[in-house]
């Protein structure tokens, strides 16, 4: 009797095909190591595309001002790069100054604390049986003297300074290029597409060029409300250095769900050297009464006009974002849920046979 074939028997698998399945396996493992290899410069990749696509829109607003876009793209990176020496410049004599004037008052400090301690009779208690006051002078004399030691940490954060610094002038290098050609790279790969998927295709990145843009001046221009009211409490109260702890709060409010919170709650520590608990207790109502306005009112409306993400899509993007990359998640997490759901509701559309007709009518004006 023949023997039947094991193409011919159903099941079966030929030698043929278990190969093609173990080369896929491994090709699929080999890209994943491959992609974990190179995080670090995939994610400065990603970055530098988000920021080319950020910085589009004002480097076309002076493109039809100047007819220049050369001189557009210059004028635009120059602000980019001032922005954090005018901050350092703003926050570091304060942060130096008012660190200087912690270390000096420290043993003023405790003084007061012992003396608080002597009034109360549980504190009375608890300080004749472990003699914490004590302790804590002896420790804020020699603090002083602690300073020089702190050389070996200073060197490693100017070590990570240079590193980030390297990394930023990279991220902002291949922006630059991003910004200069990355329309034309895109369009190249609209055209080899077809007509249709071409106009389609064309007509999707501008709309998610269009999102994050509106993203980033939505968030610029809530952090910014946050950071003016912010000095104008700060200054009715007489927070010295009204004006970088502004700031703070400014830099801080640009990071989703948590940002505002770490801020409120910087300056409320620092308000404690102040004028305690007067100004305490009325920066931290402050705090809480604006945090829910911000939350219910200023943010949804803003975020709303800007991208049109659902509120839990927001949320939950943000989480995860945050989870797996930290603070750089939680802030590219909302953009790229905006860019994922127009993605999917543009293919939607494409779909459909009555979408034909408007997919082939003429592309908007480019935008990045």
Request: charged letters at 10%.
């Amino acid at each position: 009797m023949p023997a039947v074939p094991s193409s011919a028997v159903p099941g079966a698998l030929s030698a043929r095909a278990v190969l093609r399945v173990v080369i896929t396996v491994v090709c699929v493992v080999l890209t994943l190591y491959l992609i974990y290899l190179l995080r670090t410069p995939l994610t400065w990749i990603f970055v530098a595309g988000f920021l080319a696509t950020a910085l589009s829109g004002p480097v076309n607003w002076l493109h039809r001002r100047t007819g220049r876009r050369g001189l557009s793209i210059a004028i635009v990176y120059i602000a980019l790069i001032l922005v954090p020496i005018l901050l350092a410049a703003l926050l570091v004599p304060a942060i130096v100054e008012q660190l200087n004037n912690l270390i000096n008052n420290l043993p003023a400090y405790v003084n007061d604390l012992q003396d608080f301690i002597e009034r109360n009779e549980t504190l009375r208690q608890l300080e004749q049986d472990y003699n914490v006051t004590a302790e804590l002078e002896n420790q804020a004399r020699t603090l002083p003297g602690r300073v020089g030691d702190a050389a070996g940490i200073l060197s490693d954060i100017g070590l990570g300074l240079v590193n980030s610094v390297f990394a930023g002038v990279t991220i902002l290098v291949l922006s630059l290029f991003m910004i200069g050609s990355g329309r034309n790279w895109l369009n190249w790969i609209a055209d080899r597409q077809g007509p249709e998927r071409s106009v389609w295709l064309r007509r999707l990145f501008d709309r998610i060029g269009n999102a994050v843009g509106n993203y980033v001046a939505g968030a610029l221009g809530q952090a910014a409300i946050a950071g003016v009211l912010a000095y104008l409490v700060l200054t009715i109260l007489g927070v010295p250095y009204a004006g970088s702890l502004a700031v703070v709060i400014f830099l801080l409010d640009l990071v989703p769900l948590v940002g505002a919170t770490l801020g409120a709650i910087l300056v409320g520590i620092i308000t404690l050297f102040n004028d305690f608990p007067t100004v305490t207790i009325i920066w931290t109502i402050w705090s809480i009464v604006y945090q829910q306005i911000e939350n219910n009112v200023i943010q949804p409306r803003i975020q709303a006009r800007a991208v049109a993400v659902h509120p839990f899509v927001v949320l939950t993007s943000v989480l995860f974002g945050s989870t797996l990359f930290g603070v750089l998640g939680a802030l590219l997490a909302i953009p790229i849920a905006a860019s994922i759901q127009i993605s999917i509701v543009e293919y939607n559309r494409l779909r459909r046979p009555e979408t034909i007709a408007a997919v082939q009518a003429p592309p908007p004006e480019e935008t990045v």
